[in-house]
């Protein structure tokens, strides 16, 4: 099995590569004067052979319809995207727009494609080849099972988080719960946990992606004011753009746990072993 790091997931690639005790092709990623990207594969390609990148910029999105180009040649490419961008505009929310995760999927041809935890699976749809979205929310349970907690409780911050708090939780014998927003007036809202008390309790929050810090600060000030012991974020994509890092802290988090979809201080889980699950047996 051959691997091809795109320039965004390098240090995931080379775990995967690791675990599968694969062979992790050298590639070159260089710019032109002009600012366009020049992407080269210097070892053989062979002719099978798995891309992981991330998508987190445009630039990012260049290299990998680069790389998939480069491997025009191979019989079976595999396409991993860990974090995939822009897959928040899922749908037109206005008229006239674009739906922009229709746009990129369908620019990628490959034989199979994976993603981590994309933010919505109707996405998987729009790629000319076969998809599968893998559930990273168990590494992440697997990671706070070792951590010491005062009567822990996993929460989501709406309800739309709910399957990755119950994945999360599987198996660790912790509770779950979600975030429910009830309108008390024109103006007022009241955001609570929905069944669960959190008094004196330990909480982590899950989310799929921390992006802004805007909801995940929200939440913690909330839960903090609801009398919670500590509070800690979770999520599968750390992608903590400006100053989410400061916003969460100045909310009051102990801790941050992310993955490494996207390579950041906080991914302390390891998505590694959940590519090579399921690449290793293609
Ligand atoms: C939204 O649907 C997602 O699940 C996250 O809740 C959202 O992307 C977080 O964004 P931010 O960190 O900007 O509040």
Do not use: W
Not at 110 to 127: E, G, Q
Not at 218 to 245: D, Y
Request: hydrophobic fraction near 45%; proline fraction near 3%.
């Amino acid at each position: 099995m051959n691997i091809i790091a795109g320039p965004a997931s390098q240090l995931l690639a080379g775990r995967v590569t690791e675990v599968l005790k694969a062979n992790l092709l050298i590639s070159e990623f260089r710019k032109f004067p002009d600012g366009e990207l020049y992407t080269r594969v210097v070892d053989d390609i062979g002719s099978v052979v798995t891309i992981i990148q991330s998508t987190v910029t445009d630039s990012d999105f260049i290299a990998l319809l680069q790389l998939i180009d480069a491997c025009s040649d191979a019989s079976r490419v595999n396409v991993v995207i860990p974090y995939m961008g822009y897959a928040r505009q899922d749908k037109k929310f206005k008229a006239g727009e674009a739906i922009s995760a229709r746009a990129l999927a369908r620019t990628i041809k490959a034989d199979n494609v994976y993603t981590i935890n994309i933010h919505d699976t109707s996405i998987l749809d729009y790629f000319d080849a076969k998809t599968i979205d893998l559930d990273a929310t168990p590494m992440i349970g697997k990671y706070i099972k070792n951590m010491k907690f005062i009567n822990p409780l996993i929460i989501a911050p709406d309800d739309g988080a709910i399957n990755i708090a119950k994945s999360a939780s599987s198996d660790l014998g912790i509770d779950y719960d979600y975030l429910e927003k009830t309108r008390l007036s024109g103006e007022a809202v009241l955001i609570q946990p929905k069944n669960v008390n959190v008094k004196g309790r330990d909480v982590i929050i899950i989310d799929d992606i921390i992006s802004t810090g805007g909801t995940i600060a929200e939440t913690i000030s909330l839960l903090r004011k609801q009398g919670a012991h500590e509070v800690f974020a979770a999520c599968v994509h750390p992608v903590l753009s400006s100053n989410a890092i400061l916003k969460i802290f100045k909310a009051g988090v102990k801790g941050i746990i992310a993955t490494d979809t996207i390579d950041k201080g906080v991914s302390v889980v390891s998505v590694a072993p959940v590519i090579a699950s399921v690449i290793g047996n293609i």
